[in-house]
C-alpha cells in the first residue's frame, strides 16, 4: 500500500525558505507522478508543482515558479525548496501521487494517494 509523508512545515517570516519533504513507501515509484498542492483556509486544494520521480521533468504553478524547485533524492524522498516565500504561500502543503505520469495531472481529482500534509505559515 502506498503511503506518503510530508515533513519539513513551519512557521518562517516573509522572503525567508523552507524545504519540505515527502517520503513515499510501500512499492517502487518508477512511472509515478508526484504532486504538490496547498490548500489555505476556506480555500479550494491548488496545484504548486509535480514531477516525475526518476526523470527530471517537473512544472510548476505560475504563482510558485522562479520560487519554487522540486528535488528527487535516490531515497523515496522528493523535496520542496521554498525560497523568497509570501504571506500568501501559507497553507497546509500535501504531497500526492499518481501511477502514471501526466503533465496534466494538475487537479487534486488526478491523484490516487495522499499524505496527511504539514503546515506552512509565513508571517509579514
Known amino acids: 500500500q502506498v503511503q506518503l509523508a510530508e515533513s519539513g512545515g513551519g512557521l518562517v517570516q516573509a522572503g525567508g525558505s523552507l524545504r519540505l519533504s515527502c517520503t513515499a513507501s510501500g512499492r517502487t515509484f518508477t512511472g509515478y507522478g508526484m504532486g504538490w498542492f496547498r490548500q489555505a483556509p476556506g480555500r479550494e486544494r491548488e496545484f504548486v508543482a509535480l514531477?516525475?520521480?526518476?526523470?527530471?521533468?517537473r512544472y510548476y504553478a505560475d504563482s510558485v515558479k522562479g520560487r519554487f524547485t522540486i528535488q528527487n533524492s535516490a531515497k523515496n524522498t522528493v523535496y520542496l525548496q521554498m525560497n523568497s516565500l509570501k504571506p500568501e504561500d501559507t497553507a497546509v502543503y500535501y504531497c500526492?501521487?499518481?501511477?502514471?505520469?501526466?503533465?496534466?495531472?494538475?487537479?487534486?481529482?488526478?491523484?490516487?494517494?495522499w499524505g496527511p500534509g504539514t503546515q506552512v505559515t509565513v508571517s509579514s
Open positions: 500526492a501521487a499518481r501511477p502514471n505520469f501526466s503533465l496534466g495531472a494538475r487537479s487534486p481529482q488526478d491523484y490516487n494517494y
Open positions: 514531477n516525475t520521480w526518476t526523470s527530471g521533468v
